[in-house]
């Protein structure tokens, strides 16, 4: 039996598209491994968005090419941000590499069985209940600091039935959840024929029979229409779970990010959420230390988070990405020592904010769907997204919606015992 392995990192669509290949994979008649010098045909699934993901990337590379020849026979392919156009100029300096796919590519390393329906092979044979489902590639915003619309490409959204298909083979096989990926969501169906949006694509995964949960991310703010945010609200199927992130609570420093919004903009766009879902929880990204940020404009981010109190707050410090506006028109003047102390200032504040958030919750019993069972215990989340954990039991709560009594909160998780299961 010929074997594969994955090796991911980077942000949720790399996760979807490793998904993806490992149904290819699946279908073409190998099996997973978890360990590499076990794998005849190894997939490196990439992210260069931030330097710390590319110095791994390269480590990894580096490890591979170790590998390979001890073993000349195996397969390599290499996926994800770091393939960019230029994958001649990879190909010379990687190669011991045998496959170079762009991000969003369907593979073209074997000949797909002509017997084959396309949507059963890119779908794996044992997904998670809660798995995720890429609807639009790519980006049109180029905000100064990102690389990815220079490697994934300028957006191009799926077709809607074709959306609809893999997400009714993905219930057929035992997914109960998915979450819609892209990198501006907020954009899907600009470039498809009558223009459909994110709304109404909505509207018919909420129609599907046995599925139980809707996601979606990353929203723009820029682009949050209110029709959207009415379908969030009246569609019963879709959670109350909106990743809306603002960068910066500065509109000097979202002005040189090229954002296209102002601080009071999110801000209405925020209160308009909480008025319309009075249960959302709004999660949010930040880039701290960007060119020339000074004291005064990280403070203001910290008072943007302290007023609108999110949920989750996902906090980089600024690293240049070659090839973006920002590396070529800014100078990196933030010193590193300070980028670190401005990153765990917002680490604590938003503990701090999380943790009162979930103590609220104590002695209440929320709704999950269990995702998986590890170190002994059942986990799954809430429809606000909040991980929780309870004992195992004599029976298996794989793909069910279980109501859980919580008796210890923290920051991150929330635990608690079983109460009801249906």
Same mark, same amino acid.
């Given at each position: 039996?010929?074997?594969? %392995? ?32 076990? $794998? ?7 992210? &260069?968005?931030?330097?710390?993901? !590319?110095?791994?990337? *390269? ?22 941000? #770091? ?42 044979? %044992? ?39 893999? *997400?009714? !083979?993905?219930?057929?096989?035992? &997914? ?27 509207? @018919? ?5 046995? #599925? ?20 969030? =609200? ?17 509109? !000097? ?11 009071? %903009? ?13 249960? *959302? ?14 004291? @005064?404009?990280?403070? %203001? ?14 906090? $980089? ?8 506006? =920002? ?26 904010? =999380? ?11 929320? @709704?999950?769907? *269990? ?30 919606? &279980?109501?859980?009594?919580? !008796? ?15």
């Amino acid at each position: 039996m010929l074997r594969y %392995h994955i090796w991911t990192i980077g942000c949720q669509m790399n996760k979807a598209e490793s998904d993806r290949l490992a149904g290819y994979l699946e279908q073409s008649g190998y099996q997973s491994t978890d360990t590499a010098e076990e $794998a005849d045909f190894i997939v490196l699934n990439s992210c &260069v968005v931030r330097q710390s993901a !590319e110095n791994r990337v *390269v480590n990894k590379l580096a490890a591979l090419k170790s590998l390979k020849k001890s073993r000349p026979g195996m397969s390599i392919a290499v996926t994800g941000c #770091l393939v960019n156009g230029n994958t001649e100029q990879l190909q010379k300096s990687l190669p011991h590499v045998d496959y170079f796919l762009k991000p969003g590519e369907s593979p073209r390393w074997f000949d797909m069985p002509a017997t084959q329906d396309k949507t059963r092979m890119l779908v794996s044979a %044992h997904p998670s209940p809660a798995t995720f489902v890429s609807i639009i590639q790519g980006c049109d915003n180029f905000c100064s600091y990102c690389i990815v619309p220079y490697r994934r490409g300028r957006e191009k959204s799926r077709p809607v039935s074709d959306i609809i298909c893999e *997400v009714k !083979e993905l219930v057929r096989r035992g &997914v109960r959840e998915v979450t819609l990926l892209g990198q501006n969501v907020d954009s899907y169906g600009h470039d498809l024929p009558g223009r459909p949006d994110l709304a109404d694509l909505l509207v @018919e995964l909420n129609a599907v029979d046995e #599925l139980f949960r809707i996601r979606f991310l990353t929203n723009h703010p820029k682009d949050m229409t209110s029709k959207l945010l009415d379908a969030i =609200a009246s569609l019963e199927k879709v959670c109350g779970q909106i990743n809306l992130p603002v960068q910066s609570g500065d509109d !000097e420093i979202l002005k040189a990010m090229r954002r296209g919004y102002t601080v009071e %903009h999110y801000r209405r766009l925020a209160r308009e959420l909480y008025q319309k879902i009075p249960e *959302v929880a709004l999660s949010t990204d930040i880039i701290v230390g960007f060119p020339s940020e000074s004291e @005064e404009q990280f403070r %203001h981010t910290c008072d943007l988070l302290a007023e609108l109190r999110f949920d989750t707050v996902h906090v $980089a410090a600024y690293s240049p990405r070659p090839g973006t506006i =920002a590396a070529r028109e800014f100078q990196d003047n933030v010193p590193q020592d300070e980028k670190s102390r401005r990153l765990r200032m917002v680490e604590e504040l938003q503990e701090r904010i =999380a943790t009162e958030t979930n103590a609220r919750l104590l002695g209440k019993t929320v @709704e999950i769907l *269990v995702e998986a069972r590890e170190k002994g215990k059942w986990q799954g989340r809430t429809r606000s997204g909040k991980l929780v954990f309870f004992p195992p039991e004599a029976c298996d709560y794989l793909g069910q919606l &279980v109501k859980i009594k919580i !008796e210890k909160t923290s920051p991150w998780s929330l635990q608690g015992k079983l109460e009801i299961s249906y």
